[in-house]
């Protein structure tokens, strides 16, 4: 498991736990315009956090799924 720390999400300093994880696969998304050309898009995960409740639990949303923030960055690429 990972360490719990403090983040802040949308201006909030929010509890959460951060997950340790393995890439398993990253593919990149294709996309033809319709003016021919081709995009490129992968979006790549750097953290991943489980938002904890005031007793330190994992929070779950209204539909009660876990409350998860991500941490990524993506790469865009044109090819004519």
């Not at 300093?13 to 890439?23: A, N, S, T």
């Not at 996309?31 to 995009?39: A, F, N, P, S």
């Not at 956090?49 to 993506?74: I, M, N, W, Y």
Request: proline share 2%; net charge negative; charged share 30%.
């Amino acid at each position: 498991m990972g360490r719990k720390t403090q983040i802040r999400v949308s201006g909030n300093l929010v509890d959460v736990l951060e997950q340790d994880f393995e890439i398993v696969r990253e593919e990149w998304n294709e996309y033809r315009l319709l003016d021919g050309g081709t995009i490129r898009v992968k979006t790549t995960v750097q953290r991943i956090f489980r938002a904890l409740d005031e007793q330190g639990r994992p929070k779950l949303t209204a539909d009660g799924d876990p409350e998860v923030v991500v941490r990524h960055s993506t790469q865009v690429v044109a090819i004519e």
